[in-house]
């Protein structure tokens, strides 16, 4: 097996990445920088990319990998998780009696080892820490079709429904641009490092960037939503920030500079 330029590029062009150094040589071993379609850069070895066909970040190569589990399960069960299957699931309870005489969270030594992990790990209840909150809140946003008034179908995720409700009957269609083809991309860094930002919305005829964000996402991000805004408003656009709570309530409109609108209570 020869690990050439040729095959690299091939395998980073299949995952629309984009290879971020030039090399002299090329072996297995090596390890190879390159930028995520979503954005992000990274570094895998060459055998790793060749092996399994993942040029990928880690967060959006997990996301593929629990999709194809999925596929399969679909596939082969026809449901999305093979615990859901009648037999599996017995067979899980069934092992699970014999060896701990009921399901092992009802028992009392799992429950005390499960409660002094979360504990030592997120003081309380993992559901009560920001950070845990903002990843189940991803992780459940997986993406879905939005009709538009045109019968248009595009691809949102999140609060992005809640949010395109009301850009629809402020703004003409074809003035709303969704998706990274449409959006404008814009450079920021953090620590010296670069990072690519792809907005929620751009609105054309005001030039303005909208972004969608949780509560949870706004309290454990804080930092680094700074950053976004303050390159986009560096690079011309207008800024705000929409934020909803898990209610589909919309709290607040961060507009950039830092003018906090509250919606008015009906």
Same mark, same amino acid.
């Given at each position: 097996m020869k690990y050439t330029k040729e095959l690299l590029d091939t *395998? @980073? &062009? %299949?995952?629309?990445?984009?290879l971020l150094e030039s090399y002299e040589s090329y072996n297995q071993r090596m390890r190879i920088k390159f930028r995520c379609s979503c954005g992000a850069?990274?570094?895998? #070895?060459?055998?790793? @990319?060749n092996l399994y066909k993942y040029p990928y970040c880690e967060a959006c190569s997990l996301r593929r990998k629990a999709q194809k589990y999925e596929n399969t399960c679909l596939e082969k069960y026809g449901l999305v998780n093979?615990?859901? +299957?009648? /037999? =599996? #699931? &017995?067979k899980i309870n069934d092992s699970n009696i014999k060896k701990y005489g009921m399901h092992p969270k009802k028992t009392e030594e799992v429950q005390k080892k499960w409660k002094e992990t979360c504990l030592e790990k997120y003081g309380g209840h993992p559901n009560q820490n920001v950070e845990v909150q903002a990843k189940s809140e991803k992780s459940s946003f997986a993406y879905k079709n939005y009709m538009m008034p045109s019968g248009n179908l595009v691809k949102i995720q999140g609060y992005e429904n809640l949010?395109? %409700?009301?850009? +629809? #009957?402020? !703004? %003409? /269609? /074809?003035d709303i641009k *969704?998706?990274?083809? @449409? +959006?404008?991309? +814009? *450079? !920021? !860094?953090? %620590?010296?490092t670069k990072h690519v930002y792809f907005p929620d919305f751009y609105i054309k005829s005001e030039n303005k960037i909208i972004e969608v964000k949780s509560e949870w996402t706004i309290q454990l991000h804080r930092a680094n939503i /700074?950053? #976004?805004?303050?390159?986009? =408003?560096?690079?011309g656009y207008k800024y705000e920030i929409w934020i909803y709570n898990g209610k589909q309530k919309k709290l607040e409109t961060l507009i950039f500079p830092r003018i906090p609108v509250i919606p008015a209570t009906l």
């Open positions: *395998i @980073l &062009k %299949d995952g629309n990445a984009t850069e990274t570094e895998k #070895k060459f055998e790793m @990319l093979a615990g859901q +299957v009648p /037999e =599996i #699931k &017995k949010a395109l %409700d009301e850009l +629809v #009957k402020l !703004y %003409d /269609e /074809e *969704i998706g990274r083809a @449409l +959006v404008p991309t +814009v *450079i !920021y !860094y953090i %620590d010296d /700074e950053e #976004k805004a303050t390159a986009t =408003i560096q690079n």
